[in-house]
């Protein structure tokens, strides 16, 4: 899900449409990944096509939420 999305303000509807995006974003990954040969994988190249994903966050990645 979009960071810059409230869940609490979205409608069954766009609820079930952000879903199905995350979903299918998933599976391009996977085919994508899958396309590729062994030898050709590597962590640091699923890192960088993870970043403009909202849904991958690099594990040295802190988040901290401020309120107020």
């Not at 879903?19 to 994508?32: E, K, N, P, T, V």
């Amino acid at each position: 899900m979009r960071p810059d999305l409230d869940p609490a303000l979205l409608t069954p509807d766009d609820r079930l449409t952000e879903l199905a995006a995350i979903l299918a974003r998933g599976l391009i990954r996977l085919r994508d990944k899958a396309a590729l040969t062994p030898h050709q994988t590597s962590a640091t190249q699923i890192v960088a096509e993870s970043r403009d994903s909202a849904v991958a966050v690099p594990p040295d990645t802190w988040l901290t939420v401020h309120t107020g």
